[in-house]
């Protein structure tokens, strides 16, 4: 059952103060966040005791351990760890962490990105699924240089391509921190055999797809404005 604070904590992605909450949430939003906590196999039926799952306990611990800021990655990552991609996963949610959260695009990763030579060296970059895979792609170049190159090659590689290295140092740290943490428990979890995809950006997209899947919405065409309808009844 879910039962202690820290677990129902880090199920409804809450940051837990030590004084009371001046407001309370509504009803609603709570209803809403059990919804999607059952949907996402965390809970296992809308219940009053509030039962959780095995599943939702490991999501929980991920949560707690990791310091997730939200669910859905945490249980991304488990899903990166069935599918043989949690260091890839994990490198999104460092990603995610480390930028705040406030990714607007790639380009927030590069000095004097709206000049044409930058834009040119950022197309080199972009992945056709989005920001978080193109700024993946940038990283992991980043990371096997770092393997090779010393302090000064590295700046002056940084420098050439205008990238922030800070950025990329930030997330690098963040990377190790969240492994770290959460090794112990994900080497108990069990990888499938036989993944559905054989590239890791494919799993690791379907694992994000498992923790964001209530966020998933669908392009409306026709108007001058983009529209976007969910996917998720709420």
């Known amino acids: ?14 940051v837990l103060f030590t004084s009371e909450l001046m407001e309370p949430p509504s009803r609603t939003n709570v209803r809403m966040s059990i919804r999607n906590l059952v949907s996402l196999k965390i809970v296992s039926e809308l219940a009053r005791q ?3 799952t095995d599943e939702g306990g ?20 488990l899903a990166g760890r069935y599918y043989g991609c949690e260091k890839t996963v994990i490198i999104i949610a460092a ?9 607007r695009g790639i380009e927030d990763f590069f000095f004097k990105h709206k000049e044409s030579k930058t834009k040119q060296i950022i197309k080199e970059y972009q992945h056709k ?9 940038l990283y992991m170049e980043y990371y096997l240089h770092s393997g090779r190159m010393d302090k000064i090659e590295l ?4 420098r050439d391509r205008s990238v922030k290295l800070r950025s990329l140092e930030n997330v690098k ?15 108990e979890v069990e990888t499938i055999r036989e993944p559905p995809f054989k590239d890791r950006t494919d799993l690791a997209l379907l694992a994000l797809v498992k923790g964001y899947f209530t966020n998933i919405c669908e392009l409306q065409k026709g108007g001058k404005t983009p529209k976007y309808s969910n996917l998720y009844p709420v």
């Not at 700046?155 to 940084?158: L, S």
Request: proline share 3%.
């Open 1 to 14: 059952y879910i039962s202690s604070p820290e677990i129902k904590g880090s199920l409804l992605g809450m």
């Open 173 to 187: 740290e963040k990377a190790k921190e969240i492994y770290r943490a959460l090794r112990n428990i994900l080497e």
């Open 50 to 52: 509030g039962r959780i």
């Open 95 to 103: 990603i995610m962490q480390a930028s705040g959260g406030n990714i």
């Open 129 to 137: 699924y989005g920001d978080l895979f193109s700024f993946f792609n």
């Open 58 to 77: 490991v999501v929980a611990k991920i949560a707690s351990k990791g310091k997730m800021p939200d669910v859905g990655i945490s249980k991304a990552i």
């Open 155 to 158: 700046q002056n590689w940084a």
